[in-house]
């Protein structure tokens, strides 16, 4: 067994977890192959991830992990040497047992009981929306179009009123839009702000924003050379299962985005436990199911080891189950037909010896017992074998509040990220653009109104004129009536002069 000292802790090469008929050990270098962490509730899958996790900081590696339920963050202070746990540490005698804390960064998304965690809704990305929002086809094909207008416009998308002025652009700008990127429905727009008004009442306003929290900010180790334990405190989180999940699935893509290819090392530089991972595969669309298998399957390259738990290991698409190299599987119930076929498919994934009776042991196991295969030096699945997992050295149950008060305001992460910034960004951007068209509005519109009043004033002036011509007209006629007249009458007297004149010669009279 390879080890070193350092300061105080033993940084070895493998973790031993618990006793049966000889220790259960996971390999350091094997624990990028993933895992599962599965059991009916009550049957000691949080003492299992305690453990696990104490170990993984001890041996030096990082651990991000949810606490759902309040009692996980309690790793931050030392445990109480209880009847129940120096009975357990007598029968299976860990080594270097004794009750001690481990150093932890409490983070919180809402802000109240942990460091605040924020992402943008670019990095969140059209598809983790999609599935937050809970989207359609059609629906999700619209977001995506919203996302690239804002990348065409270099439009910053940074929380929830960046995205809905966005949209609302979108949806003003449709008919240009539409030549390009086809159909743009005012009802498919409409249900997205609907959307992200119910993600907002959820937290949401406060989990989109800056500064975005730094997936580095993971991967630290104390002075004494022990990996924090990051903790997602989660209590509240969790009654949104979708935001939960989401939330989840982007600090794994983070990750899987940020680091280095490394391949396999000796130890992984982060172990990511996914609690209640049924809830991840609720009604995942196709495509979101692909990438998370994706992800998994490629993230052990960058040094990173995902471990799921989950009361029912048949919550879990098999694609990613085959992935998963190291298992621990507590107590099944088996009361009804379709609990005795998951316990039947569950004893069929392990690697057993025969004449084992797998079925009838996983639902007679006690609880802190468990079934556990894990792969060997050379990466095969070991045999299955029944084994007590090892008291935790930390404190069991809730945290103490003044401590967990404490942990915040001490860390140095609280003063990176507790302060909000709403820097400039799509909203102000649009709003600016949008009141710089109203001013181009009203000044075109005050324009068109002299121009109207220029015409006006010229066809007044037009129609005046045409009204001195035609009095001009009139005026000319009737003097020219009036002398036409006394001329007729002139020339008529005229006449008849001269014609009686003619007429008296002519008849001579």
Known sequence: MKCQAKEGFWMRQELVIGQGEKPAIIHLDKLNRHGLI?????????????????????AGIPVFLADVKGDLASIAEPGELSEKILERAAKLQPEDFEPRAYPVELLDIFGANGVPVRTTISDMGPILLSRL???NETQEGILNIAFKVADEKQLLLIDIKDLRAMLNFVGDNATELRREYGNISKQSIGAILRGLLVIEEQGGDLFFGEPMFDIQDLLKTDAAGRGYVNILMANRLFMSPKLYSTFLLWFLSELYEQLPEVGDLEKPKIVFFFDEAHVLFQDVPDVLEEKIELIVRLIRSKGVGVYFVTQN?????????SQLGN??????????????????????????????????KLTELKVGEALVSFLDPEGIPG??????????????????????????NRSLLYYKYSEAIDRESSYEQLQRLSEIKAIELEENEELAARDREKAEQLKQLEIERQKEQV???????????????????LMSQVGREVGRVISRGILGI
Do not use: C, W
């Open 38 to 58: 599965a059991g009916a509730t009550g049957t000691g899958k949080t003492v299992t991830l305690k453990v696990i996790a104490e170990k993984l900081s001890k």
């Open 383 to 408: 045999y299955v074998q029944q084994v007590m997992i090892y008291p935790p050295e930390s404190k069991m149950g809730i945290l103490d509040p003044l401590v967990k008060e404490e942990k915040i």
């Open 471 to 489: 009095e001009a007209k009139r005026s000319n006629s009737s003097r020219d009536s009036t002398m036409d007249r006394f001329t007729k009458n």
């Open 133 to 135: 929002l809970g989207l």
């Open 327 to 360: 298992k621990i599987q507590h107590a099944l119930r088996a009361f009804t037909p379709k609990e005795q076929k998951t316990v039947k498919a569950v004893a069929e994934t392990f690697r057993q010896q025969e004449g084992e009776e797998l079925e009838k």
């Open 313 to 321: 290991p048949t919550d879990l698409p098999n694609a990613i189950l």
